[in-house]
Structure formats: structure tokens, C-alpha cells
């Protein structure tokens, strides 16, 4: 059973900075690769960074060069680094997890993908 529980999300405002963590447990964390998402209320869901095991990233368009992806494997731990917080960041934040495999080995941002998911944390910006 794979768990991942989400923290790190509050307020602040517009311009300011938040770091997310997504503390791992349930399976063999060396192999599976993770993922942040995104949901806006009225919005789809939308994937947001994503993590491989080599240290390989992807970046949504509308967060590259303000968000970072990384991974503590000691720590068994996600982290997504928001900084230039815009208004249009406002979301519940997710984590997920899958195993590459089941990628055909291609990173993706489709959460169809990704068969792990935890339970969120709200993040709000202001402008």
C-alpha cells in the first residue's frame, strides 16, 4: 500500500514563496517516480513538475523557472519549491507516485498516469 501525505500549503501573498513536501512510505521508493498536480476549483486537473530517479525533471509551462521539483531519498520526501507565487497558483496541491513502468518509461504531467495519489494541501495566494 503506498501512502503519501501532502504538507507544507497556507497563505501568502502575491510574489512570496512556499515549500510543499510530500512525506513517502509503502513501497520501494528508489524506483517509483512522483509527481505535484494541481486542481483549481472550476479547473481541471493539472500537472505541475514531475521527478524520475536520475534526477530528470519536467515543468508545467506556467511554473517553469518559478517552481522546483526535488527529492530527498534519505528522507523518503517530495518537495516542490514555489517561489513568484502568482494568484493564478491558488490550488489544491497533490502529490502521486507510479511506477515508470507503467510510463513506458516517459515522464509524464498526465495524471491518468499516476496511480498514487494523497490527499492534498491548499495553497492561496493574494494578490
Known amino acids: 500500500q503506498v501512502h503519501l501525505v501532502e504538507s507544507g500549503g497556507g497563505s501568502v501573498q502575491a510574489g512570496g514563496s512556499l515549500r510543499l513536501s510530500c512525506a513517502a512510505s509503502?513501497?520501494?521508493?528508489?524506483?517509483?517516480?512522483m509527481a505535484w498536480f494541481r486542481q483549481a476549483p472550476g479547473k481541471e486537473r493539472e500537472g505541475v513538475a514531475a521527478?524520475?530517479?536520475?534526477?530528470?525533471?519536467r515543468y508545467a509551462d506556467s511554473v517553469k523557472g518559478r517552481f522546483t521539483i526535488s527529492q530527498d531519498n534519505a528522507k523518503n520526501t517530495l518537495y516542490l519549491q514555489m517561489n513568484s507565487l502568482k494568484p493564478e497558483d491558488n490550488a489544491m496541491y497533490y502529490c502521486?507516485?507510479?511506477?515508470?513502468?507503467?510510463?513506458?518509461?516517459?515522464?509524464?504531467?498526465?495524471?491518468?498516469?499516476?496511480?498514487?495519489w494523497g490527499q492534498g494541501t491548499q495553497v492561496t495566494v493574494s494578490s
Open positions: 521527478f524520475a530517479k536520475d534526477g530528470y525533471t
Open positions: 502521486a507516485a507510479a511506477d515508470p513502468a507503467t510510463m513506458g518509461w516517459v515522464l509524464s504531467l498526465r495524471g491518468a498516469d499516476y496511480a498514487y
Open positions: 509503502g513501497y520501494t521508493h528508489s524506483t517509483y517516480w
